[in-house]
């Protein structure tokens, strides 16, 4: 059967702990051996592209980009006709879409796997590398709990959504309106062994966390609503006295691009609690053990 890695939840905690050892072993077999790789843009990207575009030089494969206005999704032809097309030339499909429907009607129909390089719903690249990341730099996060402050979005959901599903605990901390409803809080405690609790208070959420992720308060596609945004998230930005009120040793995460002074303060992103281009650079890492693991290795 097809895998494909649309969100985090299509994984069992046993195939996201292969992923994260696959991004981490060295001397993967070149499982895309003269085979392409389809990665579709609908918005812009800095790591997302990198990071795949060489994962897939490193399993042996050749990276097509490809602009979203270039192929039209949906305007120049169906989603299912570009996939089904698509899945003809390439051993995978990637693809960063505004409306998340349209990387499931292309899993829906393709017949290699399709991933989700972000869409409005989901980031699970990125969360990959978020664990990934915090392994790393704090060891078992068993009891541990990791907090996410500002927009309940799709970073926030992939984040919270890896962590329950490893049994690890998260706080959020998020304005009203702009937080994870109750049926979903309910949806994540059901994942796993962690749990997800929320507060509309900030510096409650952080209290004695071991990571502190934060993210954009104006998602793209969002930007008509970014002055509301920073009016609703006044209080939000991550400053020195949230990092103080975490944990001894507390990481702070954001998955970049960063906006200093409205999410997070300078002294925080750039000071010395900052894990910030670790968790970029384990992109690529993140991406070479999730396509490795699409394509069967384990
Ligand atoms: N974090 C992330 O996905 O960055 P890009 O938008 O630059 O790919
Ligand atoms: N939440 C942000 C993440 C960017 C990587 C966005 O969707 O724009």
Redesign the pocket.
């Known amino acids: 059967m097809t895998r494909h890695l649309l969100d985090i939840t299509d994984f069992t905690s046993d195939e996201l702990v292969t992923m994260l050892q696959l991004a981490q072993r060295p001397g993967l077999p070149n499982v895309l051996d003269g085979q392409g790789v389809a990665l579709i843009f609908e ?1 812009p ?1 800095n ?2 592209r990198h990071s795949m575009e060489m994962a897939v030089v490193h399993l042996g494969g050749h990276p097509v980009y490809t602009r979203g206005e270039e192929i039209g999704l949906d305007v120049r032809e169906s989603v299912e006709d570009v996939t089904r097309v698509m899945a003809g030339y390439h051993a995978l499909l990637a693809a960063r879409v505004f409306q998340h429907d349209k990387v499931v009607r292309m899993a829906a129909c393709s017949p290699v796997p399709v991933v989700n390089m ?1 869409s ?1 719903w989901s ?1 699970p690249l ?1 969360a990959l590398a978020d664990m990934l990341t915090m392994q790393q730099v704090h060891g078992s996060l068993d009891d541990r709990t990791v907090a996410f402050v500002g ?1 309940w ?4 959901r992939s984040l919270a959504e890896i962590c329950v599903i490893l049994g690890v605990n998260v706080s959020l901390g998020c304005p009203v309106g702009y937080d994870c409803t109750q049926a979903e809080l309910e949806r994540l405690n059901s994942l796993g062994a962690g749990q997800v609790r929320q507060t509309a208070r900030a510096l409650d959420a952080v209290e004695g966390t071991i990571a502190v992720h934060t ?2 308060w ?5 930007e008509a609503e970014k002055a509301e945004r920073v009016k609703v998230f006044e209080g939000y930005g991550v400053d020195a006295a949230m990092m103080a009120a975490a944990a001894p040793g507390a990481g702070f995460y954001h ?3 960063a906006y200093r002074g409205y999410e997070v303060m300078p002294e925080v992103i750039d000071g010395p609690q900052s894990h910030v281009i670790a968790q970029a650079h384990n992109r690529l890492h993140a991406a070479r053990g999730a396509l490795a693991f699409l394509m069967g290795v384990r």
């Open positions: 918005k990207s790591r997302t972000l409005d980031h990125q927009d979005n799709n970073v926030s993210d954009t104006t998602s793209m596609g969002q998955c970049l691009p």
